[in-house]
């Protein structure tokens, strides 16, 4: 079976994991633009493995009028709607310390845009004097300018984004300026170990019955799927399924769900709020590419009956989304191990009987 990794769903969906590192130059000490770009590119550059990080710029906030032919009005209004910073010191992950957040791009020189990628990076403390870095940016997303602003909800720190997009599957680009940017305000979650989106609606209010995730893995309808039951506030069952276009019908493995596993996810899958939609009816989300994206489909079933389907190609994904896919195919990853352990103690215990 072709398993799509954690670490590969969050580099399809959004959130790239660049590795721990340790500072030479610490966030405490970065006071101005020079120290910032110093910071980055002492944490990514190097002569043979990474050499692009020496054409790090800091973004000014100005960048996406070189991508958008926007008129006299639009631009004004554009700019008085986004308030950007292109860095900034906060306490993003609530352990006290600063942490570092960066908007700036790669370039051959500063406002080659033909050669620019475009980075989000946060570097999160860590326990003693190291940072994990993580790159807010879809690979997709790294091509259009992306800024963000800090704000204080409840005295935390939250880190709102704006990025630029391509206008949507059917669109025109005149549509498009309507709303050219994708508006997300985030937060990070220590349980999870990832940024989830904050939203003012709250939870939704409805109870989960049962969720359903399913990966396809190629064109020719290959898959991978996890379904959770919560029959009851004791009981949660799990059924995983793979099916290959060779295989007559799916395989199929049955297992359980911690209590508290389940209590976390169903309080993020509730916090789900992509469209409102009628019960049966599905949202899509980022088809605007070509017909080799594969789909991420998850369906919340609710007590009350309805449903909510969303088919999310993985282009500017929502925080949220990308955060309970990641724990959809850590579970899964997590039963195929458990199965793999348990085949070696048996086999060992057979060799131990046997052998000679």
Sequence with gaps: MKRILLKSILSLLGLVLM???????TVDQVNNDSL??????????SKNEAPQWKFFYLTTGQEWKS?????????????SEMHSMNWQKADINGDHKMDLIVSGYIARRPGDWSTATFKLLVFMSQSGKGY???????????????????IRIQQKDFIRLFRWQLPEQGQTQQQAQQQPYQIDTVRYSNFWSAFINQHEAGLNRKQIQMIVYKAQEDAGGAYHSLTIFNSSDKKTNIEISTWQPKEKTPSTYKA????TLWEQLDTLSRS???AQ?????????NHRFNSQDLPVTLTLHFRDGSTQKIIDYGAQGSFTLMTVYGCMENIIQNVFDQM???????????DGVFGD
């Design 277 to 285: 939609v009628p019960a049966g009816d599905s949202v899509i989300l």
């Design 19 to 25: 590795g721990p590192v340790m500072a030479q130059l």
């Design 36 to 45: 910032a770009l110093t910071f980055v590119k002492q944490q990514n550059y």
């Design 272 to 274: 789900i709020q992509v």
């Design 340 to 350: 793999q352990q348990r085949q070696q103690i048996i086999q060992s215990l057979s």
């Design 256 to 259: 359980r769900l911690s209590k």
């Design 67 to 79: 991508y958008f032919n926007f008129s006299a009005a639009q631009t004004s209004q554009l700019t």
């Design 132 to 150: 994990q870095e993580l790159n807010l940016l879809t690979e997709n997303a790294e091509k259009f300018p992306a800024y963000f602003d800090l």
